[in-house]
């Protein structure tokens, strides 16, 4: 089966309290795309943060000692790397640009997945506004598919992605944050190659191969693209969750 994805092109400026359930549902039908059991929905967690009134501002934050030491090695704001602090569970690297964390969420990545593009706050400056990732992307995700999977009488799946830099390579890439139904892994290990070979290791990462694949299509800038309907994902749909992908810090060889 061929696999389809396509932007859902009519997402409105979310704000907080917007339903996003209801208003996917509505974008999807005014584009006339009809969902069917096995679909999924991509979804940027930008929107998903602005529905659920992450926004923060910079002047309200009271930095810390520590923030204030890492300060002097890093060109942020003594108020940015505070927030960065109390959206992690440890720093582990900082240079001048970078402040690279373990989330709370478990994933490491820069910056604890504080955002600054796209985001607009109530009053005041506009440099001081910053967003939150969702608290519990897992359940985000869960809360939009039990809403569609009943209004419309299909079982989809719904991911909530943001994008991540990798180590060694330069670029940002899609990254599954949170999951409702798509298989964070997909174990293959057992399975037999062309050749007759038993894989003894390989786990296919499917959820971030999709989110890659979407991010692709959404854009990273002014395209307005915060939804991606997909059709024809490969593996079954399954409950999941954005733990099953975290590798312990005990089987983590790079840090």
Not at 55 to 81: C, G, H, M, V, Y
């Amino acid at each position: 089966m061929a696999l389809t994805l396509t932007p859902v092109t009519n997402i409105p400026d979310i704000k907080p309290g917007d339903h996003i359930p209801q208003l996917l549902t509505e974008s999807l039908r005014t584009q006339g795309i009809s969902l069917y059991t096995n679909d999924i929905l991509v979804i940027t967690q930008k929107i998903v943060s602005k529905a659920e009134d992450r926004f923060i501002n910079l002047s309200t934050i009271t930095p810390s000692d520590e923030a204030l030491e890492i300060a002097k090695s890093s060109r942020k704001r003594p108020q940015l790397i505070e927030l960065i602090i109390r959206e992690s569970k440890k720093v582990i690297r900082v240079n001048k640009r970078t402040i690279i964390t373990e989330h709370k969420l478990g994933f490491i990545s820069a910056n604890a997945g504080i955002d600054h593009s796209n985001v607009s706050g109530k009053s005041g400056k506009k440099e001081d506004w910053y967003l939150l990732l969702p608290r519990n992307p897992d359940n985000s995700a869960k809360q939009i598919r039990d809403f569609i999977n009943i209004k419309e009488n299909v079982n989809i799946g719904v991911m909530i992605i943001d994008s991540h830099g990798r180590a060694w390579r330069y670029g940002t890439v899609g990254t599954m944050i949170g999951t409702a139904g798509v298989p964070a892994l997909v174990d293959l290990r057992g399975k037999k190659d062309l050749y007759g070979y038993e894989l003894k290791i390989t786990r296919v990462a499917a959820a971030d191969e999709l989110a890659g694949a979407a991010s692709l299509i959404m854009g990273q800038a002014n395209e307005k693209i915060p939804v991606v309907h997909v059709r024809g994902f490969p593996y079954p749909l399954r409950d999941a969750c954005l733990n099953e992908i975290i590798r312990p810090e005990g089987k983590d060889l790079f840090r």
